[in-house]
């Protein structure tokens, strides 16, 4: 089974599709986020237009997050912050995941990149497959 110019990958399309309705819905949230939910999570952020900024790109990415934390945030108006303590910790464990999966992908990712694509054993004298 040869692949030729012409052929059309149906999933790919499918999944750049789906890629691409994520990210619209990403931005529209974002952008409604900013611009009328971050006041009500953080009031410290009223006048740091930079910070919503440099906010978006990870609002978009992460816009399933930001619809349940902006559902959730009148619930908490009068209950205590979470000890910082948690949250340091919960830190620290993702800093240690992080710590051991990033070289195990950066050794994954050189040894795949040694492994030839195309078997060059097989041409033909002329070039050739």
Known sequence: MSLSVGMSFPIAAIILATALAYALVGFFVALSFLLFGLDRIDPA??????????????LVLLWPAVILRWGRAGAFDGCKP??????????????????????????FAVLQARTPLIDTTSTRQDGRL
């Open 82 to 107: 979470a000890p910082v303590a948690r949250h340091v910790n919960v830190h620290g464990l993702a800093w240690v995941c992080l710590f051991a999966l990033i070289p195990a992908l950066l050794c």
């Open 45 to 58: 952020a009223r006048t740091s237009y930079v910070f919503r900024a440099l906010l978006f790109p990870g």
